[in-house]
């Protein structure tokens, strides 16, 4: 397809010319007699690229071209303008022009910086195109899963990702709550801006309040100069704050004035620094609990949690374990490595208490310390194995010996577990009524995990 390209020039002469050299070139040219004419020929037309004289009466190019800047931004412009007016030209590239030629000109020249704006063009819509594709890609690459719940998890994501909106991120340790952050800021608008990260739960509570908001030389001791905060770092991008329900009471309200006035004030500062900046928080604990019991703000529970994501635990998900084993073989540079049907089956029915975390830290050990290319259940560590007999597994008792009641509380708690504590399901699994199953529960003090609303 021809490169479209817009003339626009007064000079009946001057356009015949350019029509004449662009179309031996093999351009497809539309030519306009006026800035007023020209703009409508963009509108209706969409060139690739636009040439305009300077000195036209009524619209002149500059109009122009600012008029085109402002409905398509990516659209180049080159301005002729006359030989001793260089003053203008450079005006004009202030205002967004790609290049300028000088009348008279010569035909190589005009040729030259034509063939170099349509390159300049396809490069950058080929880029733009490029980049389109990798957000695209970039979707979930490392968040796997095919499970109705991670289905639940992803369409929320693809929702929220390009908003404003903050987002608070619950679930266990080791569920992959950072990756969901990381994966919303990746689909957001702010991609090319950083995406800060800072743990609330490993950084001294006397030290949190610098990490976050910075501090000035002096404002402690040991403040030995100034310090920028991790606000400040994520400007224009995303700040995660991870395990924000570890926050300490005293310093909650700096925060909640940080995300409601957006902005900060550094530790021994006495001015506040406007900042851009999208929050998202996760936690693993109980927030409900903590704001009943006083530990955390409801007012900022709110402001953190306009989007609540909850991420379920792997025993809830088993569907993705295989997936899961397969995307870590192959992260390890193992992608020929196979499992038994004996050991996926195990490893399945694991209940995960360290869920995605601890199944890539159990798949690393596996392929560093297997046997051969086929993992069997016999390369298991000993805590995911028994004897198999006839297909069940027979707990290996100690030597020293093993209360019976402590075993069987055990194997009450790992089918409650491996049932998502289902009680009728878990009782079905060990073949008791549901009433003997609640007589265990009673006899051991077996508390069922609460439901979070």
């Not at 608008?189 to 910075?214: H, K, M, Q, T, Y």
Request: aromatic fraction near 6%; hydrophobic fraction near 40%.
């Amino acid at each position: 397809m021809k490169p479209k390209i817009l003339v626009i020039d007064d000079d009946a002469s001057l356009r015949r010319v350019l029509e004449y050299n662009l179309q031996e070139e093999g351009y497809e040219v539309l030519a306009a007699s006026s800035g007023e004419e020209g703009l409508y020929f963009f509108g209706q037309l969409q060139p690739n690229l636009v040439i305009t004289d300077m000195n036209m009466p009524g619209m002149d190019g500059l109009m122009v071209l600012k008029s085109i800047k402002e409905r398509s931004p990516e659209t180049l412009v080159i301005i002729i303008t006359a030989f001793g007016t260089i003053d203008v030209a450079v005006e004009a590239m202030k205002a967004g022009a790609y290049d300028y030629i000088t009348k008279p000109f010569n035909r190589d020249a005009l040729k030259l910086t034509v063939s170099k704006a349509l390159q300049f063009s396809g490069l950058a819509e080929e880029n733009k195109r490029l980049k389109s594709e990798l957000s695209d890609k970039a979707d979930f690459r490392t968040i796997v899963g095919s499970s109705k719940e991670m289905e639940k998890v992803f369409e929320v994501i693809r929702k929220v990702a390009d908003t404003e909106a903050s987002v608070l991120i619950t679930g266990e340790s080791g569920t992959g709550k950072e990756l969901v952050a990381r994966s919303i800021h990746a689909n957001s608008s702010r991609r090319d801006a950083p995406f800060v990260a800072i743990n609330c739960a490993a950084i001294p509570r006397d030290l949190l309040e610098s990490e976050l908001f910075g501090h000035m030389k002096g404002a402690f001791t040991g403040a030995i100069r100034d310090k920028i905060g991790k606000f400040q770092l994520a400007e224009g991008g995303t700040l995660f704050l991870d395990e924000v329900g570890d926050l300490p009471i005293e310093l909650q309200p700096k925060l909640l004035r940080a995300l409601q006035e957006k902005e900060v004030e550094p530790v021994g500062g006495t001015t506040v620094r406007k900042l851009d900046v999208r929050v998202v928080s996760a936690t693993n604990l109980d927030i409900d609990k903590a704001i009943a019991e006083g530990a955390f703000r409801e007012d900022l529970y709110y402001r953190l949690s306009v989007i609540p994501i909850h991420l379920p635990p792997l025993r809830e998900r088993r569907k993705d374990i295989p997936l899961l084993i397969r995307y870590f073989c192959s992260k390890h540079g193992s992608e020929k490595i196979t499992f038994d049907k004996e050991a996926l089956h195990t490893l399945v029915m694991c209940s995960w208490p360290g869920n995605v975390r601890e199944l890539e830290n159990t798949i690393e050990r596996l392929l560093i310390m297997r046997n051969s290319d086929v993992i069997t259940l016999d390369d298991l560590p000993e805590k995911f194995r028994g004897d198999s007999v006839h297909g069940i597994a027979v707990v290996k008792l100690p030597d020293e010996g093993y209360p019976l009641e402590q075993l069987e509380r055990e194997i009450v708690v790992q089918a409650l577990e491996r049932n998502a504590w289902n009680q009728a399901a878990a009782a079905r699994f060990l073949r008791i009524p549901r009433h003997t199953l609640i007589y265990r529960l009673e006899k051991y003090g077996i508390t069922l995990p609460e439901k979070k609303g």
